[in-house]
């Protein structure tokens, strides 16, 4: 099981009710469904379900699925 470490975010000033934020350690990898194609989906296994990204352009960002919503859209994609 993968722990994320907890710190307190430089935005929530000297207050005690503050935001904490955790760097999600993902690697991500290009799914065997793809093909020899080199525009594609990536996924990466997160501790509380996966993330997807364009191959394209990965410093944009990824999209995140939480653990439920990740099977279900797999239940219904590999139908």
């Known amino acids: 099981m993968t722990y994320l470490d ?3 975010s430089s ?3 000297a207050g005690q009710n503050c935001v904490e934020v955790a760097q999600v350690p993902a690697t991500f990898r290009k799914s065997p469904y793809s093909g020899a194609s080199e525009n594609c989906v990536e ?3 997160l501790p509380c379900g996966a993330a997807i990204r364009d191959s394209k352009h990965p410093g944009a960002g990824h999209f995140p699925f939480p653990a439920l919503e990740w ?3 797999l239940r219904s994609a590999l139908r």
Do not use: M, N
């Open 11 to 13: 935005y929530s000033g």
């Open 43 to 45: 996924v990466a296994e």
């Open 71 to 73: 099977t279900g859209f």
């Open 6 to 8: 907890f710190r307190k």
